[in-house]
């Protein structure tokens, strides 16, 4: 298996404009993760899908924040409009939390990570 | 408020030298607590755990979980210089997995 897929692996923008950061959870996997990981706050999970419904939001900072799970193979995380203060790493992890081991007894795989300039 | 603290913050050794990183959490509905390496790139899995008492190894790693005392640890034995990284603790709970902030480990050749 490939792993998790990001795109793209680097952007840099311009305050003001829509970024759009890109996932391929690995194939089978009925959970997807989107994390932002910067030096002050460190790995912040930003919110979660369960068989590409969005379970939990909270994370979300705010409504500038937007994602997608449109089916089991691809989610995207939108930042419209964008500010300097997401500068970031972004990461998506998936995991399988099937009836066999139930929530939280399977390890999360993570992606290579987006890393968001906002000038 | 769930959360998960680690410690140290940080960490220089010299080759050869054991190294324990500590990581307590206070998690709803506790499920497991896991640690992760990560270099300049994504974190890569280590260890999961989920009962008190049993050490899990793999090679010169091992972690042990105590779930009484809401606490885990990571040694490290005969540390290497590509060891240097920031190693990341994370507690799964309801329906969240929360993250400490590493220890970032440097080993000096």
């Known amino acids: 298996d490939a792993g998790v897929i990001q795109s793209p692996r680097h952007e840099v923008t311009e305050m003001g404009q829509e970024v759009t950061l890109r996932c391929k959870p690995i194939?089978?996997?009925?959970?997807l993760f989107w994390y932002r990981q910067t030096m002050m706050r460190g790995l912040e999970l930003l919110i979660y899908?369960?068989?590409?419904?969005?379970?939990?939001d909270s994370g979300m900072p705010e409504d500038r924040f937007s994602a997608k799970m449109p089916n089991a193979s691809f989610s995207t995380l939108k930042i419209q409009p964008s500010e300097p203060r997401d500068s970031a790493v972004y990461f998506c992890?998936?995991?399988?939390?099937?009836?066999?081991?139930?929530?939280?007894?399977?390890?999360?795989?993570f992606g290579p990570g987006t890393r968001l300039t906002v000038l | 408020e769930d959360k998960v603290v680690q410690s140290p913050l940080s960490l220089v050794v010299h080759e050869g030298d054991t190294v324990t990183l500590n990581c307590s959490y206070e998690?709803?509905?506790?499920?497991?607590l896991l640690w992760y390496k990560q270099e300049k790139k994504a974190p890569t899995f280590l260890f999961m755990l989920t009962s008190s008492g049993i050490e899990k190894k793999s090679g010169r790693l091992s972690s042990i979980l105590d779930k009484k005392e809401l606490f885990s640890i990571l040694n490290i034995t005969a540390t290497q210089t590509g060891d240097s990284a920031v190693y990341l603790c994370?507690?799964?709970?309801?329906?969240?997995?929360?993250f400490g902030t590493g220890t970032r480990l440097k080993v000096l050749a």
């Open positions: 994370a507690s799964s709970g309801t329906y969240k997995y929360i």
């Open positions: 992890a998936s995991t399988f939390n099937g009836l066999a081991g139930g929530w939280g007894t399977d390890t999360q795989y």
């Open positions: 998690v709803t509905n506790f499920r497991s």
């Open positions: 899908f369960n068989n590409n419904v969005p379970i939990d």
């Open positions: 194939s089978g996997h009925d959970y």
